[in-house]
């Protein structure tokens, strides 16, 4: 009777590239999600272009890596934490376009995504970095289809996250990729965090107002101080004492955006801030921001956010 052996699965190698300046919360999570995974499948080491101490974005704060880019050449993932905008090495983009070309999985966290766009991995692709950076990105790389309302992009082989604690989003998600929903959902216990966060990024940025150039302050700042009132694009071309055809091209040479679009993001932004401050009831933010219906704030939060407004003040409100 032949015995049955059971074959233990290989040991998943992961490099955590870290350039300098690096930032440190970026590179300790991925360390810590897969070099304490506890379950033995995975072998993390923190590395950089050569072993030794390593600068962080953190003044008076430095690490030590005990690797330098031989790590990527034999990782099966390679993750980058976000680091100081600016052109990386030529050494680690050499060695990060290696690692692809052998079938390494990469990955970037926050400003990372920056590196792995100068290797040209994001060609094509769609991804995402700190709502902070994701103009610069779009801007510095128009051939990287940038996202920046989600918490982390899947492209298959290359994946990118946004800011800082969304890497921890990303790094749970690539536990699941490998082992499965309930590897990740035991990862994120120990992590004390949830293995899927309510919404985007987006609702991360809600606060920042568009700045306004001075030829439409006036009538921006009539719309503010309006917005529980059911203004519409005519109301603010009468304002302006423009055509709206006039108004919609001001707003789209000056703001990016049309009037319309300005003026529900404006709706929200009051929402937000009714959200974050107070008990009043979705009907009454919805009145107050100028939405009309509970139902159609919650259809807004959809669409801006990916969440509803109760979720929203779950996250912001001080309990």
């Known amino acids: 009777m032949l015995a049955i052996v059971r074959e233990e699965p290989a040991i998943h190698r992961v490099a955590v590239l870290a350039l300098p300046p690096v930032v440190a919360f970026d590179a300790a999570i ?11 499948r995975y072998e993390a080491v923190l590395c950089s272009l050569r072993a030794g101490p390593v600068p962080t974005t953190t003044p008076g704060f430095g690490i030590t890596v005990a690797a330098g880019l031989e790590a990527v050449a034999t990782a099966d993932t390679v993750i980058v934490p976000g680091f ?14 290696a690692a692809h070309q052998r079938g390494a999985r990469i990955a970037a966290i926050c400003s990372g995504a920056f590196a792995l766009a100068q290797a040209g991995l994001l060609d094509g692709r769609r991804a995402t ?29 290359v994946l990118t996250s946004a800011g800082l604690a969304a890497g921890l989003d990303l790094c749970l998600y690539l536990i699941g990729l490998d082992h499965g ?40 700042d009539w719309a503010l101080a309006n917005l529980h009132r059911p203004i519409t694009v005519a109301d603010l071309a009468r304002q302006a004492m423009q055509s709206t055809r006039t108004l919609s091209r001001a707003f789209a040479r000056e703001l990016g955006t049309s009037p319309r679009a300005w003026l529900i993001a404006a709706r ?38 990916a969440t509803t407004p109760l979720a929203y003040r779950a996250a912001f409100q001080q309990r």
Do not use: K
């Open 30 to 40: 991925a360390t810590q999600v897969f070099g304490h995974e506890g379950l033995g």
């Open 84 to 97: 100081r905008r600016g052109p990386a090495p030529a050494a680690a983009l050499d060695a990060l376009r």
């Open 129 to 157: 970095t700190h709502w902070v950076h994701v103009a610069a990105l779009a801007r510095e790389h128009p051939t990287v289809q940038v996202d920046p309302a989600v918490l982390y992009v899947d492209e298959g082989t």
């Open 181 to 220: 929903q309930q590897a990740a959902i035991q990862r994120a216990r120990h992590m004390v965090t949830p293995l899927h966060r309510a919404g985007g990024q987006a609702q991360y940025t809600v606060p920042s107002a568009v700045v306004v150039g001075e030829r439409l302050t006036g009538v921006t």
């Open 268 to 305: 929200l932004r009051r929402a937000c801030a009714l959200l974050e401050n107070g008990d009043l009831t979705v009907e009454e933010i919805a009145r107050r921001s100028g939405l009309g219906s509970a139902a159609n704030l919650r259809l807004q939060f959809r669409r801006a956010y």
